[in-house]
Antibody, heavy 116, light 110 residues
C-alpha cells in the first residue's frame, strides 16, 4: 500500500526557515517524480515544487522561486526560507504516476504557520 | 501561472447529474491531454478521480466521467450521491510550469 507521510510543519516567524519531509512507503520511490502542493486556509490547491525521479530536474512556482528548494534521497524534502505570512498553508506531498502526468497518491499534509 | 477557472459551486439533488467546467488556455488545458480531477472532502487530502481527461483510476465509481473541448475540460457526476459532496479541483500540465490547478468547485448535494 502506497503511503506518504509528511512531517516538519510548525509555527515559524516571518523571515524564518523550515524543512518539510515526506517519507514514502509501498512503492519504488526512486522511480517516481514527486511534488509539493499547498493549500492556504480556506483556499484552493497550489502547486509548489517538483523533483524528478533522478533528482536532476527541479521546478518551482513563481511564488516560491528563490526561497524554496527541493531535494530527495529516500525521503523528499522541501527547504523553505525567507518565509512570509502568505506561505501559511497545509503542505501536501504528492506522488506522480510513472508518466508524470498526474498525482496518483497524496499524503495527509503538514501545517506550516508563518506568524509573529 | 494563473489558476484554471472553475465555478465556485455546483449543486444537485440525489440521482441527478452535474457538470463542473475547468477553463484554461492553449498553454495548459487546450494544449494538453493530461487533465486530471481531484476530490477533496473537508479536512482530508485530495484524491484522484479522473486522469488523462477521461480515465478513471481503479476503485473510482463509473458515475464520474470527463471530457475536453478546446480550452475547457469538464467533470460530470451522474447519479449524484451524498458522498459526492466535496470540493473538486481540475489540474493540467502547463507550458509555464509543471502543473496548474483549478480554482476549485464546491459540490453540494441538496
Amino acid at each position: 500500500e502506497v503511503q506518504l507521510l509528511e512531517s516538519g510543519g510548525d509555527l515559524v516567524q516571518p523571515g524564518g526557515s523550515l524543512r518539510l519531509s515526506c517519507a514514502a512507503f509501498g512503492f519504488t520511490f526512486s522511480s517516481y517524480a514527486m511534488s509539493w502542493v499547498r493549500q492556504a486556509p480556506g483556499k484552493g490547491l497550489e502547486w509548489v515544487s517538483y523533483i524528478s525521479a533522478s533528482s536532476n530536474n527541479a521546478k518551482f512556482a513563481d511564488s516560491v522561486k528563490g526561497r524554496f528548494t527541493i531535494s530527495r534521497d529516500k525521503t523528499v524534502y522541501l527547504h523553505m526560507s525567507s518565509l512570509r505570512a502568505e506561505d501559511t498553508a497545509v503542505y501536501y506531498c504528492a506522488k506522480y504516476n510513472v508518466a508524470g502526468t498526474h498525482f496518483d497518491y497524496w499524503g495527509q499534509g503538514t501545517l506550516v504557520t508563518v506568524s509573529s | 501561472q494563473s489558476a484554471l477557472t472553475q465555478p465556485a459551486s455546483v449543486s444537485g439533488s440525489p440521482g441527478q447529474s452535474i457538470t463542473i467546467s475547468c477553463t484554461g488556455t492553449s498553454s495548459d488545458v487546450g494544449g494538453s491531454n493530461y487533465v486530471s480531477w481531484y476530490q477533496q472532502h473537508p479536512g482530508k487530502a485530495p484524491k484522484l478521480v479522473l486522469y488523462d481527461v477521461s480515465n478513471r483510476p481503479s476503485g473510482v465509481s463509473n458515475r464520474f466521467s470527463g471530457s475536453k473541448s478546446g480550452n475547457t475540460a469538464s467533470l460530470t457526476i451522474s447519479g449524484l450521491q451524498a458522498e459526492d459532496e466535496a470540493d473538486y479541483y481540475c489540474s493540467s500540465s502547463s507550458t509555464s510550469s509543471t502543473r496548474v490547478f483549478g480554482t476549485g468547485t464546491k459540490v453540494t448535494v441538496l
